[in-house]
């Protein structure tokens, strides 16, 4: 077991920490009056806050953690995840989606199913949403849980379960005001807690090119291997990358994941709201220097016999998530490290809650007042939802205990994101840019691309189908086969939900009016200056986007 | 409602304090086991420069409010 260490003023470090968010807990909740308030953070933020919350949302430690080894694994080739696999997806939901989802001023992206199309539309996405968010939950507690456990020598259950009730006390107190208001938090201690371990590193090699130098040639290019899968480290095809990471997976996740969308509801204006993925899509470009850097630093050491760095192992399999802890204990002296584990710390945590305020917002709204009692009051929804927190995070402790039982969890957790995701892009794409699509379409498609992509996990892993069958190539990793087959769920919803919508009765297009383009006027920022608008900063962040591709191709 | 910018400010400021309070006594008394690249004394200038964004960040933000 690697031990970081704690001094005692590496403690006092995390207490500050805890501190900080309950004290900030206890003093917004006397700002939390009613539901909108609770649920949607009373539609008062700035494009600023709401911005930075829906990067952090997605920011967690699982990812942080996971990603540098990824990044240890597969090499540059993990970038396209924040690149490619996110920027085009962030402008676009800016851009053409966003006015749809504000301007019917609903409270989750279930609520928009039940404009667009229909209720049993609409709960046939929350249940599946539920599902995932709770799943996912779990997954993040086991996950820090296992971290703490591994790296700090601290106890399994003592951990998560103070973890759980600390993110339990705050988000019961504030929802999603105090879950934003931690995850601005969070961005903050991830920049400061996490910058120098990549910073150190370069330092140490004496340059970026330096570090570039050590590592295999096919580790550190982002396309010029991509046209034969046996010579990158991904083993993937620029198509698998493209259609399946960079369209279906980035598109369904960062346009329709209402986990980071709610985070854009909660903007004060439509300008705001069309901003908000747009500002995050700057600083998601940027965080490649934290985790892509560390990775390579990390894989650069390893490298070299003399540096004494190398990853742990359990057993025969080499443990790619040491890589990030690791470089923190080489490098960081008593402070700093309290810093970088607060950073950790605050991933997790940011993640819980982001998880359980989409979870109770969605049921409270989606399946409670929808399904069972659609005449609850302001006050009565409030409580259910404060309710709702603390069952949900009941479920997701009762759910990390059960992922504990699992060998590889991260196989399942790729597998919920394309069963969900991926097809309800889908529906959503037709839905926002096509009158025609009737509600019998969409239902008929999106239950055919969940089921679709369920099936295509489980023929692979029992090899009922060779995982070429899907991926189009002779050989495939893994990653490769998540990202094909998201893919083909989506191909399968939209082809249904097409065929369908052709056969069955559409909506009246009166009822459609500021839900789909064509009968939506366009109020957005008209009387503003080009160089103020949404469209003016998406084209810029697009710009830098292709020059980053180009100068590491 | 204070704004967010103004804990951010403080709690970074708080971090930044504790972090050089801790680097300036390892400066007094070295460690008798030191990290790798140790003689540029990280935690001292990354604490310091933690306290001075924290204090520009809670000043600039302290009379702000949000509705």
């Known amino acids: 077991m690697v031990t970081l260490g704690l001094n005692p003023v590496d403690w006092l470090v995390i207490a500050v920490y805890f501190g900080f968010i309950l004290g900030l807990g206890y003093y917004l909740k006397k700002f939390t009056r009613n539901q909108e308030d609770f649920f949607i953070a009373g539609r008062k933020n700035s494009s600023w806050v709401a911005g930075l919350a829906f990067l952090s949302a997605n920011l967690g430690a699982l990812e942080l953690l996971g990603m540098t080894g990824n990044t240890f694994k597969y090499g540059m080739y993990v970038a396209h995840f924040y690149w490619i696999g996110a920027i085009p997806a962030m402008v676009f939901l800016g851009l053409y989606m966003m006015p749809f989802y504000y301007s019917s001023r609903i409270h989750s992206v279930p609520g928009y199913l039940r404009l667009r199309f229909d209720e049993k539309t609409r709960v046939l996405n929350a249940i599946a949403f539920a599902v995932m968010t709770l799943l996912v939950s779990g997954i993040n507690l086991y996950a820090m849980a296992l971290v703490l456990h591994t790296f700090l020598g601290w106890n399994w259950d003592v951990s998560m379960l103070i973890s759980a009730g600390t993110v339990a006390a705050y988000v019961t107190l504030s929802g999603l005001l105090s879950a934003i208001f931690t995850e601005i938090i969070q961005f903050f201690l991830i920049w400061f807690g996490l910058f120098l371990v990549s910073a150190l590193g370069i330092i140490e090699f004496g340059g970026v090119r330096e570090v570039m130098a050590r590592i295999p040639p096919s580790f550190a290019t982002l396309w010029s291997t991509s046209g034969d899968p046996a010579q990158n480290g991904m083993v993937i095809t620029w198509a698998g990358i493209v259609l399946g990471l960079g369209f279906v997976l980035s598109f369904g996740y960062w346009t329709t994941d209402f986990l980071v969308v709610q985070r854009a509801f909660s903007a004060r204006d439509l300008r705001a709201a069309r901003m908000t993925p747009i500002i995050a899509s700057f600083f998601k470009m940027a965080v490649p220097f934290l985790v892509i850097m560390s990775g390579l630093v990390a894989l650069a050491l390893a490298s070299d016999p003399k540096s004494g760095f190398a990853l742990l192992r359990d057993g025969n399999q080499v443990n790619y998530d040491s890589a990030l802890p690791l470089l923190i204990q080489r490098y960081y002296p008593p402070g700093l490290i309290g810093l970088g584990v607060t950073a950790l710390l605050a991933g997790f945590m940011a993640g819980q809650a982001g998880n359980v305020s989409a979870f109770n917002t969605v049921w409270t709204y989606d399946i409670y007042r929808a399904l069972i009692n659609p005449k609850a009051s302001d006050d009565l929804l409030l409580w259910m939802g404060r309710v709702t927190t603390i069952v949900g995070i009941v479920l997701s402790v009762g759910t990390a205990y059960w992922a504990k039982s699992f060998p590889s969890i991260m196989d399942y957790m790729q597998a919920i994101f394309s069963w969900v995701n991926a097809p309800l892009f889908a529906t959503m794409l037709l839905g926002m840019f096509v009158v025609w699509i009737t509600p019998n379409g969409a239902f008929w498609g999106l239950l055919a691309g969940m089921g679709s992509s369920f099936f295509l996990f489980l023929a692979v892993k029992f090899a009922w189908i060779t995982p070429a069958a899907i991926t189009l190539s002779p050989v495939a990793s893994d990653m490769a086969a998540n990202f094909w087959r998201a893919w083909w769920a989506w191909v399968i919803c939209f082809l249904v939900t097409i065929g369908v919508s052709l056969f069955t009765r559409r909506k009246p297009r009166e009822e459609l009016v500021g839900l789909v383009k064509g009968l939506t006027a366009e109020t957005a920022t008209v009387a503003v200056p080009f160089i103020k608008k949404p469209e003016f900063y998406g084209i810029i962040s697009i710009v830098v986007l292709i020059l980053l591709n180009i100068y590491y191709w | ?67």
């Open chain 2, 1 to 67: 409602m204070k704004s967010i910018w103004y804990f951010v400010g403080l709690m970074l400021a708080t971090m930044g304090a504790i972090i050089t309070a801790s680097a300036l006594y390892s400066l007094a008394n070295p460690p008798a086991e030191s990290k790798v690249l140790a003689h540029l004394h990280p935690d001292l200038w990354w604490g310091f420069l933690m306290l001075a964004f924290g204090i520009f960040f809670a000043l600039l933000h302290r009379r702000k409010t949000v509705r």
